[in-house]
């Protein structure tokens, strides 16, 4: 009796054992992932805050011949004001390293605030304009001026202009809302997110007003209404089989069908949608299907029981109670879309796009497109961009999950 | 065999594909009484209910062959509409299966989507008629906007009573409705059945002998496939004619 009790005692020590091992088991592969996200988040974040500021520099400009807009050459205007600036610099190549501490786009600046402010005219007043992007990173910290001349962005004439901007107080950094209200340039301190948040938002729309209705019908045919044959196995592994179909194959069905067969507009927001939706569908069915599968049965015999039809029982009670799941569904389907790069890249949402689209017509880009268009770019400044840029995708992701789980919270709360 | 009947079955056959499901089965079943079908486990007795109001349809391997005539009208012809069919004659299930709604809408449901509601008081006075038969109205009179599923079990299966009585039906089919409660909303529920058999002719599956003798009137007993005997409940409980009755009465068998 003794014995049996020690071996007893001996195997189930064992068996405590062999429990505690796999909690900890469990644990750590949690708090690894967590660590992994929080080094990826902390990673990104130090990298993409620098984007959030730029750095301007202060100018008089000469205004006090000029009586409309025409009558001024904005170019010349800023030319001569920074040349002013620095009165010392007179050799040629000086001055156009000098020009080089401005932003490209600075003309337009000085447009763009006499629009603003036409009491400019007739005035000399101090503006402020975008710095270029080795400036900008200089006042980042991103510089090494400890290095030899050759090695590093700014010549020597450069930082010691810079080093004398900064004691006049004419530099200074401010809030970039350019990042968040342009489109992309090929000047990295130009270059915004706008125009790609509107591609992928407007293509999300797209792709989600097309798969989730058709999903959703999909799905409730095959599981409510269709007869269990061998042409519905038929479809159904097929259905699983496109769940599983490399993305950048809708990409080339995308390519030939919508853009060579129906002509339909090239880098447009629509085709892009179509594409996303393809490569969605099979997400959504499939989720939705389990989710009808989840609904007891009890409930579709208690509606047919009173006389109910098949249509009324899946649209009054089935389809209601399955929405939550199909919601679920649909946001894991459309977060893969959102983050999806290939397929969009075959229809040509890869395209230089400056412009904000205004319709689902026009050429667009998208988030994961312009990220991958500023992470091969060779200027060092679209690095800080690149993380900024995968931010606000992160954000767009946030915001997506957010409205799904309030949709969810919604349906769940009629009982 | 007997008067009048409301439901005559004649040489039923079910299939669930290429079994043989129930075999040859011919029954009658009285108007206004309550009729109870009992046997062991797989004996075919709920898919017996389940042909009256063809809820055996979903099943897509199930084939019925034979007549069940309500009123002498083959229910199993091609002219009769299934939705129609189901609001004459209605059902309760195993497990109470309210909708997951209010008590009120449970109970208006059924007469809605059958157009039987014209106005908000005519609603009303259905679900209150309804809740009154079903001996729930006084528990739920004051919270009819509550979700039918936060009732308790016995009251759950008595709101799902007033949901087949409020679309009007002739008959209740009644699938062991009282297996999944306790003792005492058991007898409420059997209570509650004597009190129906006035305007409704029942039919109850039940796998406990005793209360196929305290609430019907006639029962019928099956055995794999097979309509052994019925009768009226006193002469099939007291002077079974075939030895599996008497087995399976005196609990040799099932």
Known sequence: MIELFTT?????????????????????AILFSLGFLLIMLVSITSLGKGALSRAEIALEVDLSGAETLEDVNPKKSVRTALFATFPEVTDRSERRDLLGLLSADSSYELVRQIKNNPALLGETPTLWFTASDNIDLYTKGEVDISLPEDRRRLKDNTVGWVQTLESRDALRKVFNTAFFTSGDSREPELAGIFSALVGSILSLTVCFALSFPLGIMAALYLEEFSSKSRWSDFIEVNINNLAAVPSIVFGLLGMAIFLNTFGLPRSSP??????????????????????????PPSIREAALGVGATRVQTTFHHVLPLAMPGMLTGAIVGMARALGETAPLIMIGMVAFIVDVPKGLTDAATSLPVQIFLWADSSERAFLEKTAAAIMVLLALLVVMNIVAIVLRKKFEHRY | MIKDPIITARDVNVFYGDK?????????????????????????KSTFLRSINRMNDLVDICRVEGDIEIEGKNIYDKDVDVVALRAHVGMVFQKPNPF????????????????????KTDAEEIVETSLRRAGLWKEVADRLQEPGTSLSGGQQQRLCIARAIAV???????????SALDPIATAVIEELIDELREKYTIIIVTHSMQQAARVSQRTAFFHMGDLVEAGPTKELFTTPKDERTQNYISGRIG
Do not use: Q
């Open chain 2, 20 to 44: 043989l499901a129930l075999n040859g089965i011919n029954l009658d079943v009285p108007r206004h009484k309550v009729t109870s079908l009992i046997g062991p486990s797989g004996c075919g």
């Open chain 2, 100 to 119: 997951p709604k209010s008590i009120f809408e449970n109970v208006i449901y059924g007469p809605k989507i059958h157009g039987m509601v014209k106005s």
């Open chain 1, 270 to 295: 629509l085709v892009g949608g179509m594409v996303l939706a393809l490569m969605t569908l099979p997400t959504i069915i499939i989720a939705s299907r389990a989710a009808l599968r989840s609904v």
């Open chain 2, 168 to 178: 009007k039906p002739s008959i209740i089919l009644m699938d062991e409705p009282a």
């Open chain 1, 8 to 28: 007893a005692e001996k195997h189930l020590r064992k068996r405590h054992r062999s429990e505690w091992r796999f909690r900890w088991l469990g644990r750590l």
